[in-house]
């Protein structure tokens, strides 16, 4: 059975965070995912809405997290 250490732990020390630190910035890395997907819903039904939103979104992420744990 896998340690709690190596569950909880071993991946946010990975990218040089504490367990809070990274719990955080995963809650809102998922909420930025989630309004992405909003705008790309929204510009599915009204295309002249929201044109470049979720794509711009999603390069933002990308680049916050392409290096980490490097």
């Known amino acids: 059975m896998a340690s709690l250490d190596r569950?909880?732990?071993d991946h946010p020390r990975s990218v040089d965070?504490?367990?809070l630190e990274h719990a955080r910035f995963a809650v809102g890395f998922s909420a930025q995912l989630f309004a992405a997907a909003f705008a790309a819903l929204v510009h599915a039904l009204v295309p002249c809405?929201?044109?470049k939103t979720a794509s711009r979104m999603?390069?933002?992420?990308?680049a916050r997290t392409a290096n980490r744990g490097r």
């Open 58 to 62: 999603v390069r933002n992420l990308h």
């Open 49 to 51: 809405v929201f044109e």
């Open 7 to 9: 569950i909880f732990l």
């Open 17 to 19: 965070e504490t367990y």
